[in-house]
């Protein structure tokens, strides 16, 4: 179950803005999509969405396919990246509005629970018009999460919210991705980075590396170090060090390396390299982050 | 549905286009009934409810466009399209609510226009009104006023700007009501294609109605150019990109 993504190509003009797209997400929890501008991000939300067709391919979620409109939709939520909202109306009348067309039993009692998940009380009363980009996203995150969908997809959530928004918000999100599956799109890694258990990195309409963030990768017993030699020295001398799992040249003389056990893989890769006439010019644990991951 | 419904009314009450259409719809019929000298039922000292009708399908060319060019070409402006199409609805759900949305205001028209024609007919002492005429007559505002409509509503999904919009449906809603007419009356087409070319446009049908025949013909002729409308209308919504 969980929501499957399978050979997605959407065209515009016979121009192909996704091309044949697939990944699952199995289990509740936060996937951040990044990419360049114009890397399809959006349109592949959207497509998760139900809001376009896609050209070819297929979304399920659940089991339930996105063809099957009006049941598919009642199960996702979407806030757009430009967030549009039916300014004329009041905040509690635009949500009520959304609870009837979701067919929500106990409307005024979900309405009240989810404008206080977004901190929206002192606005309720208030004209969409009247509010201020950061009141305005939090409503279009609370029209988002109205109807409790399986499946929230959020396209840039956090435009216009002060750093203190950003940090409730991020609280939100994170009791919300215990139950629902959460795909969020973002141009800001530091945001990908403190929310999201996995990154999906879409470039020139491929997903080009799809990768779990934390040390999920990395088995709990191993360590990841970063070395850094006075000259360059074959891959092969470190292999045949027991401790070391796995090692890669990443640069002129610097490798990365996967370990076992602390102290004998330090005792024993300073002797190895000291046998071959090279010194150690740094060696520090290696923390990777976004920026690293999709270098 | 009902909930969109009601959504585009409300927004064509708030943006004021609904009771500026139907103010003005009555504004233009007082200074053309009463006032303009070459027009007036005072002038003539003779009030018909044929002049008001004639009057009043032309109208319906101008004001039709002005309760729906807002509708859609608005949703698709503003981004708003794509909350309503995260939500449990579809194209046929839009497109109707947006051409329910406008017949009400057509109907309230129509209805007040009831309501001047049993005041007219109340003052004047001549037998002026005609019932079935008269009755034959509002249908065929009614059915006129909602092929406008859904031609307005086809026109607004080729158009993203409203003031395009707005000319190319008076344009097109000139066409189907009397242009056909006007090509019928070129001498030189033989007679079989001039009749049926005629009988394309809604001013032929129209003047049946108002003679108090209800010709089955013409209401299906109506009907099926409104499902024409609007089937165009969805087709090139679902092929339109958000």
């Known amino acids: 179950m969980g929501l499957t993504v399978r ?7 016979d121009q192909v803005v996704l091309d044949n797209v697939s990944f699952d997400i199995e289990d509740n929890g936060v996937v951040g999509l990044i990419g360049k501008n114009g890397a399809g991000k959006t349109t592949l939300l959207k497509a998760i969405s139900g809001i376009h067709t896609a050209d070819s391919g297929e979304v399920q979620l659940d089991g339930l396919c996105s063809t099957n409109s009006s049941e598919y939709k009642q199960k996702v939520g979407y806030m757009s990246e430009k967030n549009p909202l039916f300014e004329h109306l009041y905040v509690k009348e635009y949500l009520e509005w959304l609870g009837r067309i979701h067919d929500l039993k106990a409307v005024g009692q979900r309405i009240n629970e989810v404008v206080e998940m977004t901190d929206l009380l002192t606005v309720a009363e208030k004209k969409i018009v009247q ?39 991020r609280q939100l999100i994170k009791s919300l991705s215990r139950d629902k599956i959460i795909i969020l799109s973002s141009h800001l890694m530091q945001e990908i980075e403190a929310i999201c258990n996995r990154v999906i990195l879409l470039d020139d309409r491929i997903i080009s ?28 001398i470190f292999q045949s060090i027991d401790s070391i799992c796995h090692i890669t040249e990443k640069g002129e003389s610097t490798y990365i390396i996967e370990s076992k056990k602390e102290f004998n893989m330090l005792r024993d890769l300073n002797a190895r390299v000291f046998e071959n006439n090279r010194f150690i010019l740094g060696l520090k644990e290696y923390k990777e982050n976004l920026d690293q991951i999709f270098e | 549905m009902k909930y969109l419904l009601i959504k585009d009314i409300k927004e064509l009450v708030i943006q004021m286009t609904g009771p500026v259409a139907v103010i003005t719809f009555f504004l233009i019929c007082t200074l053309f009934l009463w006032v303009f000298p070459d027009t007036s039922y005072l002038s003539y000292g003779y009030a018909s409810s044929e002049l008001f009708f004639e009057l009043a399908y032309y109208l ?47 109907l309230i028209i129509i209805v007040m226009s009831v309501l001047v024609m049993l005041v007219l007919s109340e003052i004047t002492v001549n037998d002026a009104f005609d019932f079935y005429q008269t009755i034959g007559s509002f249908i065929g505002m009614l059915m006129i006023g909602a092929a406008f409509v859904a031609l307005s509503i086809l026109v607004s999904t080729f158009f993203s700007n409203s003031a395009i919009s707005f000319i190319v449906s008076i344009l097109i809603g000139f066409m189907f009501y009397s242009g ?8 030189v087409l033989p007679e079989v294609i001039r009749r049926s070319v005629e009988s394309w446009g809604l001013l032929y049908h129209a003047e049946y109605l108002s003679k108090g025949v ?27 990109s958000i």
């Open chain 2, 60 to 106: 319906l060319l101008f004001i039709i466009p002005i309760l729906t060019i807002g509708g859609l070409s608005h949703e698709f402006n503003s981004g708003n399209i794509e909350i309503i199409k995260s939500l449990p609805v579809n194209w046929i759900h839009v497109l109707l609510s947006k051409f329910l949305s406008s017949c009400i205001f057509l």
């Open chain 1, 7 to 13: 050979n997605i190509t959407k065209l515009y003009d």
């Open chain 1, 209 to 236: 590396k799809d990768q779990k963030l934390g040390s999920s990768h990395v088995a709990s017993n191993q360590k990841k170090w970063i070395l850094k030699l006075n000259e360059s020295l074959s891959l092969d």
């Open chain 1, 131 to 169: 509010l201020s980009k950061g009141y305005r996203q939090r409503v279009g995150i609370a029209a988002s999460i109205l109807h409790d969908p399986r499946l929230l997809i959020l396209d840039e959530p956090v435009n216009g919210l002060d750093p203190e928004q950003i940090i409730a918000y």
């Open chain 2, 214 to 240: 209800l010709p089955l013909s013409s209401l299906i002729y109506m009907l099926s150019l409104i499902i024409v409308f609007l089937s165009l209308a969805h087709l090139k919504l679902v092929k339109k």
């Open chain 2, 180 to 187: 056909f007419g006007f090509f019928a009356s070129i001498e």
